[in-house]
């Protein structure tokens, strides 16, 4: 049905023309302003509600300054927003025949209702002032102790939170004892007689007793500042106190901590009603943030990506943190005990699962993420496995396989990626090298230095990169160790250099990296298109069967495939002048260093490799895309585009599937078909110049898509998946990923080391999970504590200090 425009002597339509028309406000005094200014008579006796739904005026009547385009399909007004602009100077005759004329008010008119209507509201406001007035009296008075103890409460909150805010640590860099403070009452020296100054303290004249700290923690030096800055709360607690007595004893700070941050989960969970959960790397942190002689444990954060309904986008949010000790069926009871127990979250509405494996946890880490992610999809059915849209593919294959070479190669590349982001130096240099030894095949040189700057590890095709740039990294890290007193490189950097030019030039590691190359370049477009937008996720929904064909082809055919493989890695070796042989820890396995009969490389590498790889790597792919993640995922066919690229051709099987998987999310899921064939008829019959929205970000700004409660709850479900790239999410952009110019690099080659981040790039962080990247990068292991990390990386979360300290007093009754 079209809308037409209300204001007076207004003749557009919603069919004839661009302009966008919108609702009249439902808040009360907005909408009076916005009937006041239209002058319309018959528009006075509606209400909010009535004028919100039936009413419009379109996009002439309001001050371009007003109007705000949010997508390509979506204007929005601003919260302020009020219609300024009519024309009250005559009846229009051009008026549409269906429209009746209606009665437009005089300008004293519109005063007599304005003055009114404000006697009113003054009236309301009266009103409710003696309302508050009479709660205000109603409620428990609180003792001058209890607000005392309230007002110092709060202080300590708020320097807790200004802490983790600015990723300060609670210990500082002394090395004193634990976390403790020492009261002096300080007595100045006097020449005059002794006695004169007891004399004076007995009869109250002498100096007010002044307050010394131990240079201890930065949470001391905090409160100190606040102290002399004239915090009366805390300075009439720490005046009174006995000598020697603590700021804030250990156990407080951990218990103030742990409300801090259930009052944190509380208000980024407090609308969420389908999430998915996702594990990110694990990270040391300090076992006790009290004292600087504390142990470090390895712990795991967890985010939680929902849709947040004020935004109308997904969020990721770090939870917390749970323990990795233990295999992965520990780990598994712990995390769903954290997310039910502490975050209050219900796993019946969990709807996916993925972890990140790019990190520094390895290969161990992986598989003990696989294990616990099976257990969880056991527990909880509604709970899908699924990929992070941060962690490609063959990053988590890669990762995840358990056979001894492709764990040297993960290794190598990971200490060759932390060398490069620790000197800018030799980033350089091996850069100079790729272009020195390319010099005749610009385009491959030019791949090969983009490569560089980056971080290529963690690229699809970072095998295949790796294995192109194997010589130049050769030269370079030998050119290192041959001139270790070059001022350029510390006695770290050639250390390390010397221990991975040895890594390169085991037979073991190019023979692995060959394997890997190949085997996961079939792989690596279908890996690609999971990463990219719906149209390029739903198309990798349908090159599964593909992919997995072509490998069971190699599986069938290994020997040949290894022969070939086998060869590649040969060659390289003979060029690098690499010796082919055996793991030396293989030899000494079977016996055959102390006389045995040695195995042949080629059948060795076969069985333990080649053979073992290939089959994982099936293996995988079937267990990860299981039936319901492909129905989950074919669900993106709803997104207009993807449509179009079908031939907005129904399919009953598919739709079949789509209705199966979140039957149990839809408000009326028998209508579901019928709701899918006018959508599908919408779109392919659409108005001429009129664009397919690409992703669900542009399909659920549609006006429309109202009308389709059914395909809205789907698309809202669907936007919670992993593995789904967050749109307009705003990546981290570390500085080791720049091009830097020659000069800048230079400039860092004269002190060897350079640093991969400084405080400065947080502010350009933009979720939870590049913060908490911030956050471990900038702090020091010992420093490190996971409560402060859960307050920087939900700084945006609202920090009340006042809920804060109710809600202490409330579990904790008896502080004082």
């Known amino acids: 049905m079209p809308n037409f425009c209300v204001a007076p002597n207004c003749t557009k339509k919603s069919t004839q023309t661009d302009l966008a028309f919108f609702r009249f406000p439902r808040d009360v005094k907005r909408c009076h302003e916005w009937v006041e200014n239209c002058r319309r008579a018959d528009l006075l006796a509606k209400t909010p509600d009535q004028l919100n739904k039936h009413y419009r005026l379109c996009a002439a ?39 009746k004329r209606v009665k437009v008010l005089t300008e004293e008119e519109v005063r007599d209702i304005k003055e009114r209507r404000l006697e009113e509201e003054a009236e309301a406001n009266r009103e409710d002032e003696d309302v508050e007035e009479m709660e205000q009296d109603s409620a ?16 300590l909150f708020e320097i807790l939170l200004l802490l983790g805010k600015q990723g300060i640590p609670l210990i500082g860099h002394t090395a004193t004892a634990p976390l403790s403070s020492t009261f002096e009452k300080s007595k100045e020296k006097d020449d005059a007689v002794d006695g004169n100054q007891k004399k004076s303290d007995a009869n109250g004249d002498g100096n007010k007793p002044r307050l010394t700290f131990t240079p201890l923690s930065n949470f001391q030096a905090l409160v100190e500042f606040r102290i002399s800055a004239g915090d009366e709360a805390l300075r009439q607690r720490f005046e009174g106190a006995a000598t020697n007595s603590e700021t804030c004893p250990p156990e407080t700070l951990c218990n103030m901590l742990e409300v801090v941050g259930s009052c944190i989960r509380k208000d980024i969970l407090r609308d969420v009603q389908l999430f998915s959960l996702i594990a990110g790397e694990p990270a040391e942190m300090s076992s006790d943030m009290t004292s600087r002689q504390s142990s470090c444990n390895v712990l795991l954060p967890i985010f939680a990506r929902f849709l947040d309904g004020s935004v109308g986008r997904p969020r990721e949010e770090l939870l917390g943190f749970v323990s990795m000790e233990g295999n992965g069926d520990p780990l598994a009871e712990r995390l769903v005990g954290y997310v039910t127990g502490t975050c209050g979250l219900d796993m019946a509405k969990c709807r996916g699962f993925a972890y990140d494996c790019s990190g520094a946890g ?96 963690r690229r699809h095709d970072a095998f295949q990169l790796t294995s192109d740039l194997l010589e130049s990294l050769k030269l370079c890290l030998e050119a290192v160790c041959d001139n270790d007193h070059d001022p350029r490189w510390s006695e770290r950097v050639v250390r390390d250099c010397l221990a991975l030019s040895e890594m390169l030039n085991d037979f073991e590691f190019l023979a692995a990296l060959v394997v890997l190359k190949n085997v996961l370049s079939f792989t690596r477009a279908f890996g690609r298109n999971l990463q990219g937008g719906a149209i390029d996720v739903h198309l990798a929904t349908s090159s599964v069967t593909a992919v997995l064909h ?21 060659l390289v070796a003979q060029s690098l002048g690499i010796p082919v042989r055996v793991p030396l820890r293989h030899l000494r396995k079977c016996g055959a260093a102390s006389g045995g009969v040695e195995p042949q490389p080629e059948s060795y590498y076969k069985d333990h490799l080649t053979v073992p790889v290939v089959s994982y790597v099936i293996s995988e792919l079937n267990d990860l895309f299981t039936e319901t993640h492909l129905k989950v995922l074919r669900c993106l066919s709803l997104v207009p ?19 199966e998987v979140y039957r149990d999310d839809l408000p009326s899921p028998d209508t579901l078909a019928t709701e899918l064939q006018c959508w599908r008829v919408k779109w ?9 929205p690409a992703s ?121």
């Open 362 to 457: 390895g290969t161990h880490h992986a598989l003990k993420m696989r294990t616990a992610a099976e257990r969880i999809s056991e527990q909880h059915p509604t709970v899908v496995r699924t990929l992070w849209s941060g962690c490609g593919l063959n990053t988590l294959l890669a990762e995840s396989a358990s056979t001894p070479g492709t764990q040297v190669v993960i290794a190598t590349l990971g200490r060759i990626d932390a060398l490069l982001r620790s000197s800018p130096a030799l980033r350089l240099e091996l850069e100079r090298t790729v272009a020195t030894s390319l010099r005749e095949d610009e385009d491959k040189a030019r791949t090969l230095l983009e490569a560089c700057r980056g971080r290529w590890g």
């Open 140 to 155: 428990p008075q609180l003792t001058p102790e209890e607000q005392e103890l309230r007002e110092y409460l709060r202080s």
């Open 684 to 692: 392919k019959h659409r108005s001429k110049g009129v664009p397919l």
């Open 550 to 570: 072509s490998l069971i082809e190699v599986a069938d055919n290994i020997d040949v495939y290894h022969e070939f493989w086998f060869e590649e890695a040969v």
């Open 696 to 816: 669900i970000a542009e399909t659920l700004q549609l006006p429309d898509v109202k009308f389709f409660p059914n395909l809205d709850a789907l698309l809202k479900a669907l936007w919670n998946f992993p593995i789904l790239t967050l749109e307009e999410e705003e990546q981290p952009q570390p500085e080791e990923e720049t091009t830097a110019p020659a000069e800048e690099a230079e400039k860092e080659v004269a002190t060897g080391d350079g640093d991969s981040g400084s405080a400065s790039d947080r502010s350009n962080c933009g979720t939870a999970r590049n913060r908490l990247h911030a956050y471990l990068r900038d702090t020091p292991i010992r420093h490190r504590c996971q409560r402060l990390a859960l307050i920087y990386a939900n700084m945006d979360a609202q920090h009340d200090p006042d809920r804060m300290v109710e809600s202490y007093l409330k579990l904790y009754p008896d502080s004082n």
């Open 641 to 659: 585009a993807v449509m179009g690229q079908l031939k907005f051709a129904a399919d009953v099987a598919e739709e079949n599937a789509v209705a």
């Open 61 to 99: 009547h309001f001050d371009p300054t007003m109007i705000c385009k949010t997508g390509p399909f979506r204007t929005v007004l601003k919260d302020n927003a009020v219609p300024t602009i009519f024309d009250f100077s005559g009846q229009n005759k051009k008026l549409h025949k269906n429209r």
